[in-house]
Nanobody, 123 residues
Framework: QVQLVESGGGLVQPGGSLRLSCAPS????????MGWFRQAPGKEREFVAA????????IYADSVKGRFTISRGNAKNTVYLQMNSLALEDTAVYYC????????????????WGQGTQVTVSS
């Protein structure tokens, strides 16, 4: 069974930082574009960031530009989301996903999804 497993979520104060990780099991995703999405209570899932298979190209939602950084590990199979200057509105469940093709911010382009990790920003 193919799975993506997220880790690194937790409780952090406003202005703090967290690093999320996403590791696959059941197959490799070294040639896939990988993305992070999030869903806050009562809201639709939204795009956060994505990185192409090589790690050389990235795209971000406007709301996180300059604060979040997406990257791939050396083996290209693990994906990270470094989140700095966290704000209350960043509170959500964060999902890792793998796209079978292009680098994209559309959730419909992502075929594989993790179970999510909770990020709570609170004072």
């Amino acid at each position: 069974q193919v799975q993506l497993v997220e880790s690194g979520g937790g409780l952090v104060q406003p202005g703090g930082s967290l690093r999320l990780s996403c590791a696959p099991s059941g197959r490799t995703f070294g040639t896939f574009a990988m993305g992070w999405f999030r869903q806050a209570p009562g809201k639709e899932r939204e795009f956060v960031a994505a990185v192409d298979w090589s790690g050389g190209s990235t795209i971000y939602a406007d709301s996180v530009k300059g604060r979040f950084t997406i990257s791939r590990g050396n083996a290209k199979n693990t994906v990270y989301l470094q989140m700095n200057s966290l704000a209350l509105e960043d509170t959500a469940v964060y999902y890792c996903a793998a796209s079978v093709g292009r680098l994209t911010g559309y959730s419909s382009d992502y075929a594989y999804w993790g179970q999510g990790t909770q990020v709570t920003v609170s004072s």
